[in-house]
């Protein structure tokens, strides 16, 4: 395919070249009136055009018509008859690819962030769990020894007891045999 000039284009195109020339200035192509342009660059220049002017949806209008009639009981016996029309209208508009690319991004990102939040939140209760079960694991190890402490002193006691006991009864014993030996 051959190039073009600037100027052949505008003549084909019907429009000035300083427009033509400033309408590719605007697509970010700096082109003088003797130029050639290339099929890429006239691409380029399109879709710049579309996309500056907006190219309208594609829409796509949908439109139902349906018939029927409704028997109404009269006076004296007869009935009416009544025709009713309903007419709907559905329109359907082609989104933007760019627009929906757009939208995708945006859900993605929400769903990332959601999740982000997610994982923070199992991970923030999983130390709270661990803070928890450290917690109880200190003050159950605090009882277990204060127990043990007191099962010690317990058994002190009850062994001191016992030898004060058996210390008691042995005296006891004792003044018993002493008064069964004075007979008086």
Do not use: C, Y
Not at 112 to 127: D, G, H, P, Y
Not at 148 to 159: S, T
């Amino acid at each position: 395919m051959t190039d073009v000039t600037v100027k052949s284009l505008a003549a084909e195109i019907q429009t000035s070249v300083d427009r033509l020339v400033q309408q590719f200035a605007d697509a970010g192509i700096p082109k003088t009136a003797d130029d050639s342009v290339t099929a890429n660059e006239k691409q380029t220049l399109l879709a710049h055009l579309n996309r500056e002017h907006g190219s309208a949806p594609d829409k796509l209008t949908l439109q139902r018509k349906t018939r029927s009639t409704l028997n109404i009981p009269g006076t004296g016996g007869k009935s009416k008859s009544v025709q009713i029309e309903v007419r709907k209208t559905r329109t359907f508009v082609k989104r933007d690819p760019q627009e929906a690319e757009r939208l995708a991004a945006e859900e993605q990102a929400q769903r990332e962030a959601e999740e982000q939040a997610q994982r923070e939140a199992e991970a923030t209760a999983k130390r709270e769990a661990e803070l928890k079960a450290e917690r109880e694991a200190a003050e159950k190890a605090k009882r277990d020894a204060s127990e043990k402490v007191k099962r010690e002193a317990a058994e002190k006691d009850k062994v001191s007891n016992q030898q004060t006991d058996e210390m008691t009864k042995t005296a006891q014993a004792e003044k018993a045999r002493r008064e069964m030996k004075l007979p008086n």
